[in-house]
């Protein structure tokens, strides 16, 4: 039997302080696909993420108005959280206390940060937790507190705490934000190691650089609006990117990697 659409979008318009964020947006992403969602600050990319979250809802005056996901319409917000394992710079910085690794992979199964009632916490967790650090290679981390790590290793401790439900996907919201050189290199093998594994991706960036080789369509977003939508290699173009940003870009392929200069 053939799986729901993850996402199945239709006419979906968001206002919020009076400014329309979000205009008509029809939207369908298949299970098991992998896309990178693109656009200057402010085009809506991450608005668009929160409707996906239901921390935003559209106009419920619309006509033909669709938002389902995985096949429903209708979720328990903390289950749809559960599958749709999601990554921010907001949630790192959230993160960023005085708790151990391992309690912070922990308190994914309790949509906490940090773990508040120890003895909720079962013999199955304990492995599941210490599974994914090992299938992330951050098994050694696990006794540090959040606050000594790196911005790099935290963005991975923070997959694992968005893994431990084994979600259908894994949502990235400016993922390499602070990232240097070392840690960006290894975030990318991560990311590509868990779509190799079966998880969808969705990928919200302005950086060509973060769209990992597993990653085979763009979505591209202008003030609200899908600007231009299809397979990587059509839509990363000097044209479309020039006109996304607003400024000259000149697109390069490096290996299976794209980087754009201004």
Known sequence: MEKSPLIDFNNI???KEDRLILDQISLTIGAGENVAIIGPNGSGKSSLIKVMTREYYPLADVSDLRMKIMGEELWNIFDLRRQLGIITTDLQSLCL?????????LSGFFSSIGIYDIFS?????????????KFLNISHLSD??????STGEARKVLIARALVHDPQALV?????????MKSLSQFRKTI????????????????LSDIIPEISRVI???NGRIFADG????????DNLTALFDVPVTVHKNGQYYVAFC
């Open 144 to 149: 540090k507190k959040m606050t000594q790590i």
């Open 97 to 105: 206390r005085d708790v151990t690794v391992f309690e912070t992979v």
């Open 13 to 15: 318009s968001v206002i």
């Open 172 to 180: 990235l919201d400016e993922p390499t934000n602070s990232l240097d």
């Open 121 to 133: 916490v079962n013999t199955e967790m304990k492995a599941t937790a210490y599974e994914i650090l």
């Open 220 to 222: 591209l977003i202008k």
């Open 231 to 238: 397979p990587k290699d059509t839509i990363l173009t000097n």
């Open 192 to 207: 590509s190691g868990i779509a190799k594994a079966g998880k969808n991706i969705i990928m919200v960036t302005h950086d």
